[in-house]
């Protein structure tokens, strides 16, 4: 049969296939570069960039947990002027498609963060992150306050980062919510035009012997595949009541897995922490999901968004 | 040059109770290796448990490279049933490895338990480097756990034995012996052990005018300076370099950019 094509449009963004990378699994796109050509890639996500470099939490910050990882980096990043003049020239001149992962304190900085990407071409889409745990104050066990967890403030965030950018614009969500739809029809009526589902479950893991929590936050997000079958809930979810397309993610690990997003109504995926225990686990992914689509006899890929079959 | 390699295992032996010694096939990843880089294994196939482990290159050169473990949780316990033919999946060589000044008069190397590791390739490059065998102080919890002192003698190092309780050598800590060498400025002292222990010969060396190089172990998703999880802090004052990345500013630090009185628990 003939090649299947690969092509889809996440929200005004052309790709030439539906993976990415999750932010924060995949630094500025260099680091993997001697396992692969990172221009392969559908889209290059970036590291969240905040207006000024961010420490991150202290250590321990990572733990292991079953088939997965409990993590509470804190964002820890160069900032988006070190971004702009030494992280972006290699995925330009790479060629590569680029959404950068944005975070702030204030619908303001989103802004401001969104308006200086697009003016200094940093980037091709945005994804703003309303979602991380590890940041505000994570040590109240009731729950940070993640605006991805208001749909009200969603919406504004999602309003003010709109009128500020012209770019494709995604948000991205929080699994830690009782009903996901509620904040991604937020965003969708916020102006966004894609949401990105899932960030991190919030998650504990104890040292039995010492007592202690194993990570200096004591609370950080869970990713790996454990969490996939949560994931491709939520999307399936999310992609039943919304007009705008879903960039699937959390826990894929393999081609199949990234297909039970497309099918459950993700228009594109993302590969996230699969790629610190598989370096070239993304292109990985991309040479399974064609494979599948000759396997099945699937001359566009865009035909499995959605197609999953209930009888 | 980083590799991503199936390595055909050569050997998987006890070297000590509860510690082994995996030989592996990787002509590529042992010519790149320097002393005190490590590299990151797969200690399954499947996805339990699910990171690598990052483990210190030990012996290097010709077609094949080793590391020491020792057996401390699911992924170490999985790695020592692990039979010769089998393969293992390893990214490295991973990280910083030791520089070797040459003003110095005197090298001390101090290795503590299965922090030994990758000492004696350091021991090696010093001779080539200096001309001259280090003096190497082991440590260990017990006598039988006293690892590569062969290796070391081999190279006509002078060795000084150190334990816990007394069972070999000195009666007491990695420090004090090294204490009892009495190193003054002229000496570059390289540790590579338990935090506890490294942060005190990072102590004697202060006292005595020495500089010291530590490497040092941390729990890692990436191994390779993406992830951030492996960070620890430091004495440093700009912003950004308040935390640096184990795996990829280090292994390998000059102690007194090292924050003592914190630290990351060893992996299992």
């Known amino acids: 049969m003939t090649e299947p094509s690969l092509h889809i449009n996440l929200g005004g963004l052309a790709m030439k296939n539906p993976v990415t990378v999750a932010s924060g699994t995949f630094g500025y796109g260099s680091e993997y570069g001697h396992y692969f050509d990172v221009s392969l890639l559908g889209a290059v996500t970036v590291k969240s960039l905040s207006l000024k470099p961010r420490p991150g939490n202290r250590p321990p910050r990572i733990s292991e947990t079953p088939a997965g990882m409990l993590n509470a980096i804190g964002l820890q990043n160069v900032g988006i002027d070190v971004y702009l003049k030494e992280k972006l020239p290699y995925l330009r001149e790479k060629n590569c498609t680029i959404i950068a992962n944005i975070y702030g304190y204030s619908p303001e900085e989103y802004a401001e963060l969104a308006q200086r990407l697009e003016k200094e071409g940093g980037a091709d889409a945005l994804e703003a992150n309303l979602s991380c745990p590890n940041v505000h104050d994570a040590k109240n066990t009731c729950g940070p306050a993640l605006v991805a967890q208001s749909p009200q403030r969603v919406k504004e965030y999602t309003e003010t980062i709109r009128a500020a950018t012209s770019l494709p614009l995604y948000i991205k969500l929080s699994p830690n919510v009782a009903d996901i739809r509620e904040p991604a029809l937020a965003a969708q009526e916020g102006g966004a035009d894609a949401v990105a589902l899932i960030n991190t479950l919030l998650g504990m893991n104890i040292d039995v012997e010492t007592r202690k929590p194993c990570l200096s936050n004591i609370v950080g997000g869970l990713s790996g595949p454990a969490i996939r079958p949560v994931a491709v809930k939520m999307v399936w979810d999310a992609a039943r009541v919304l007009n705008i397309p879903v960039l699937g993610m959390g826990g894929i690990y393999t081609a199949d897995d990234a297909i039970q997003f497309l099918l459950a109504g993700a228009t594109a995926v993302a590969v996230g922490c699969a790629s610190f225990r598989r370096p070239d686990a993304a292109l990985q992914v991309i040479r399974g999901m064609r494979d599948y689509c000759i396997r099945h006899g699937i001359e566009d890929i865009q035909k499995l968004t959605g197609a999953l079959r209930l009888q | ?268």
């Open chain 2, 1 to 268: 040059m980083i590799h991503l390699l199936d390595c055909k295992v050569l050997s998987n032996d006890e070297v000590a109770p509860g510690h082994r010694r995996l030989v592996l096939d990787g002509k590529a990843i042992a010519e790149d290796t320097c002393a005190g880089q490590f590299c990151m294994l797969e200690s399954s196939p499947g996805l339990q448990p699910f990171l690598r482990r990052p483990m210190s290159i030990e012996r290097f050169g010709g077609d094949s490279f080793s590391v020491l473990y020792k057996i401390v949780g699911e992924g170490t316990r999985l790695l020592g049933r692990i039979q010769p033919g089998d393969t293992v999946n390893v990214q490295g060589p991973l990280g910083n490895g030791f520089s070797i000044p040459k003003e110095f008069k005197r090298y001390i190397l101090v290795g503590g338990g299965i922090g030994i590791a990758p000492l004696p390739g350091l021991a090696q490059a010093l001779i080539r480097e200096t001309g001259t065998p280090p003096e190497v102080i082991l440590a260990a919890r017990s006598r039988d756990i006293l690892l590569c002192q062969e290796d070391f003698t081999r190279m006509n190092c002078p060795v000084f034995l150190v334990t816990d309780d007394g069972s070999a050598g000195m009666h007491g800590f990695a420090s004090n012996a090294l204490e009892a060498r009495k190193p003054d400025k002229n000496t570059l002292v390289y540790t590579c052990g338990p935090m506890i222990m490294m942060g005190a010969v990072h102590r004697i060396c202060m006292e005595n005018g020495s500089r010291c190089q530590a490497s040092l172990e941390a729990n890692m998703a990436c191994g390779d300076g993406v992830c951030m999880g492996c960070v620890v802090e430091t004495t440093l004052q700009e912003e950004f370099r308040r935390m640096v990345r184990v795996c990829h500013e280090g292994p390998v630090f000059d102690s007194r950019d090292i924050r003592w009185n914190t630290g990351t628990p060893a992996h299992d």
